[in-house]
């Protein structure tokens, strides 16, 4: 029996994908950046499940460099690792390690991905970075979408819509405070 927009089989993969969907929306939703940083590393390892078990070893090892990238901003920089280098050292990691195994030039999606979600993690911060994460959300659409991911695209439609919200959310505060000063 087939199931989703994709055709595709129900599966542990597509679970996982699901529980991606769930933790995606919590994640862009935050307004506290360490709070979105935390969720976001809870999603990458999902995430990192998600793409094994979907048979996709580049997008599998952009969530693991993700999850690294993540867990690095929450708890080794600024105290530890510049922001700059960080940020340097995650976008040539995650370029060589996927071009290394990339089988077609489709696997660039993740790639690039998590590369401009680097640079926002470590470089950006508030709009700037949701804007960052809006233009990687693009990046993983086009990639889920081709996988077949079923939770992963509703992820990024959901990630895309929801970081707009929250954008709007953080101007209209931004707003509110200079009008009360």
């Known amino acids: ?7 595709e089989p129900f599966s542990i993969a597509q679970l996982f994908g699901l ?3 769930a933790l995606g929306l919590s994640t862009f939703y935050q307004k506290d950046d360490r709070r979105l ?4 590393l809870t999603l990458n390892l999902n995430h990192l499940i998600h ?7 580049v997008s599998a090892l952009s969530s693991l460099l993700s999850a690294f990238r993540t867990a ?10 510049s922001p700059k280098w960080a ?3 995650f976008v040539i990691a995650s370029t ?4 290394s195994i990339a089988d077609s030039i489709w696997d660039l999606w993740p790639i690039l991905g998590t590369a401009i979600g680097s640079y926002a993690v470590f470089m950006l911060q508030g709009i700037k970075m949701r804007l960052a994460f809006l233009v990687g959300a ?17 992820l990024e439609l959901s990630a895309i819509s929801v970081n707009l919200f929250t954008i709007t959310r953080l101007i209209r505060d931004q707003k509110r405070m200079m009008v009360e000063s």
């Open 138 to 154: 693009s990046c993983w659409l086009i990639n889920n979408i081709m996988l077949g991911s079923i939770g992963g695209t509703l």
């Open 19 to 21: 529980l991606s969907f």
């Open 96 to 99: 060589l390690f996927g071009l």
């Open 1 to 7: 029996m087939k199931v989703g927009i994709f055709s």
């Open 72 to 81: 690095t901003a929450i708890y080794l920089t600024p105290q530890w690792l």
């Open 37 to 40: 940083k935390i969720v976001m």
């Open 87 to 89: 940020a340097a050292f």
């Open 51 to 57: 793409y094994l078990l979907m048979g996709s070893s």
